[in-house]
């Protein structure tokens, strides 16, 4: 073996020439056709291997590089034919072969598996057909990737505009969290005003139950708690009020939607009445104007009119002392106003005893004495009876009266005294007079301090005439207005209202209260009371009375 190794190359055997007996013709068709061969031989691997690289996607192409190895040891066994023409290097030649034959051999085994495999492999008709198909379906692809780009581009658009929608929303639900913000806020001030206010807040529902009252108003009536609280409105009045309630206030209410003034709320536990300042109105819808419950802001004012009775009482006070001092100092004339109906019983008495004496003819006689007694004495008492009721310290009451009579009963009280004093008293009162609401002592007063200032003023010695005109005159058809006007020493026409201050006076014995007592009684009747200078001698105080719509 090593002998062969060693003479692998040595061309020691008869070169082929000798088999062709270098006969020019056959040698070099042999040689040509092997020249041929090798170099196709040798071409076709080099294409094959050149298809292999640029094709790697092909299945099966280490096949394709096999066979390049195979038909190279097939081009080089042929051109080992050429050679050995010339040279005799039949070792090399057989190696060679061996080389090719294990090539070819490997080539053929490795083929058979893959026969079956390469029929598998699709037609070019198939391939055609896959290929149009698959053309097709990328088109269609294609058109669904256009539809689907112009759809996202839609949906793009559309997800643009929902999201500046949103954002819109989203900004004015933010403005809507904060308004709503505000007015929970808004509400929780005002509830907790409510809850801390002094006065009586409630809420009824349109049919007069209650549903709320604020703690200031639930101690104001002595409830505990909102469970008490929730009873007909009714029962918060006294049982005598509630009727004048529902027939007075009620529809009113209904009629104005809001109503004012003062009414009586009950004490749940004393059954105490409680004044109030009572202001009822509907809650209503801002937008539809429907009314939804009914609401109150009401006020104690118990405080108030316990001021306002102790004031009145001052006032009552001080008129009635006015009223003594006043009949105090008219005393003279007044004794004697009630002395003279007496004197005049005296004589008629003694008259009558003398009449009896002569028997029954002068029965007539002595009839009409003791009448004229009779007469005398209920002067004398009428007189009495007036100056008792003037003295008495009562509270005012007020009821329908006649002014014109409260004039004559006046001037009946202050007759003795402008008798005296020479004063000429005329009235001119009209005749249409109305009744006015009022009371009888206190217009007394008020005609008197007046009737009494004009005799004062014409007091002075040597003073020539003294007039006094009294008169009532309806000025509208509501309202009496009463003058009375003297022809005294007058008043300062620039500065009448001066005489109505508390305890101004000229006059020595004087206090000053007279008119400022007469201005408050008349203010108390709803009138007012001025003076005025007269034209000629003399002033006028005058005072107006609203008219009573009682008859
Ligand atoms: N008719 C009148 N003419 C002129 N002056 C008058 C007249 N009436 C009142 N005055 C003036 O007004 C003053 C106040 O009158 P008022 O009646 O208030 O008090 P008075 O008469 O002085 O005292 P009294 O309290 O006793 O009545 C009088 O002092 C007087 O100066
Ligand atoms: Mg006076």
């Not at 066994?77 to 039949?90: A, D, F, R, S």
């Not at 598998?120 to 698959?134: M, V």
């Not at 200031?216 to 008490?228: E, N």
Request: charged content about 25%.
């Amino acid at each position: 073996m090593s002998e062969f190794l060693a003479r692998l190359f040595s061309s020691d055997f008869m070169p082929h020439g000798h088999c062709y007996l270098w006969r020019p013709e056959i040698l070099w068709l042999h040689v040509f056709s092997d020249g041929v061969i090798t170099t196709a031989y040798y071409f076709i691997p080099l294409a094959l291997v050149y298809f292999v690289r640029k094709r790697k996607d092909l299945p099966f192409n280490w096949m394709f590089l096999l066979f390049g190895v195979f038909i190279f040891a097939c081009g080089t066994t042929h051109l080992m034919e050429i050679w050995t023409v010339w040279n005799g290097t039949y070792r090399l030649a057989g190696v060679i072969k061996a080389i090719t034959a294990v090539a070819s051999v490997g080539t053929a085994l490795a083929l058979v598996p893959l026969i079956p495999q390469a029929l598998a492999l699709p037609s070019p008709a198939q391939l055609q057909a896959a290929n149009t198909k698959l053309e097709e379906e990328v088109r269609e692809r294609l058109q669904a990737e256009g539809a689907l780009e112009e759809a996202r581009s839609e949906l793009e658009t559309k997800v643009q505009e929902r999201t500046a929608e949103l954002a819109e929303s989203i900004e004015a639900l933010l403005a809507e969290i904060g308004e709503r913000k505000r007015a929970e806020e808004e509400s929780r001030q005002l509830a907790s005003l409510v809850e801390n206010s002094t006065d009586f807040i409630g809420v009824a529902s349109l049919e007069g139950k209650a549903t709320f009252l604020n703690r200031s108003g639930q101690v104001m009536v002595g409830l505990d708690g909102d469970g008490q609280v929730q009873v007909n409105m009714l029962e918060y009045l006294p049982p005598e009020d509630r009727e004048w309630f529902q027939e007075d206030v009620f529809p009113s209410l209904q009629r104005d939607g809001t109503w004012e003034g003062e009414m009586r709320f009950r004490h749940f536990k004393t059954s105490a009445t409680i004044p109030m300042l009572v202001h009822i109105f509907f809650i209503k819808e801002p937008a539809t104007d429907r009314r939804l419950a009914l609401a109150t802001i009401s006020r104690d004012i118990s405080q108030r009119k316990l001021a306002e009775e102790t004031l009145q009482k001052a006032q009552t006070d001080l008129a009635h002392i006015t009223r003594v001092s006043t009949l105090g100092e008219m005393a003279a004339s007044i004794a004697h106003e009630v002395n003279q109906p007496l004197a005049a019983i005296v004589t008629n008495g003694n008259a009558s005893l003398h009449l009896l004496s002569r028997g029954a003819e002068a029965l007539d006689d002595v009839r009409e004495a003791i009448d004229c007694m009779i007469s005398d004495a209920m002067r004398a008492s009428e007189v009495i009876k007036r100056i008792r009721a003037s003295l008495k310290n009562v509270a005012p009451q007020k009821t329908a009266l006649s002014l014109n009579e409260t004039i004559e009963e006046t001037l009946a009280l202050a007759a003795g005294e402008l008798a005296r004093s020479q004063v000429q008293v005329r009235t001119k009162l009209t005749e249409s007079s109305q009744p006015v609401l009022g009371d009888r002592i206190q217009l007394q007063q008020v005609l008197l301090n007046l009737i009494l200032n004009g005799k004062e003023s014409m007091s002075g010695p040597g003073w020539q005439q003294r007039d006094l005109v009294i008169s009532t005159e309806n000025t509208r058809p509501d309202e009496i207005t009463v003058a009375v006007r003297d022809s005294g020493s007058g008043i300062d026409p620039q500065n009448p209202e001066r005489l109505f201050d508390t305890f101004f006076t000229t006059k020595e014995a004087g206090i000053g209260l007279g008119l400022s007592i007469s201005r408050t009684i008349v203010e108390a009747h709803g009138g007012r009371l001025w003076a005025t200078a007269n034209e000629g001698a003399g002033a006028t105080f005058q005072f107006t009375l609203p008219t009573s719509h009682e008859n």
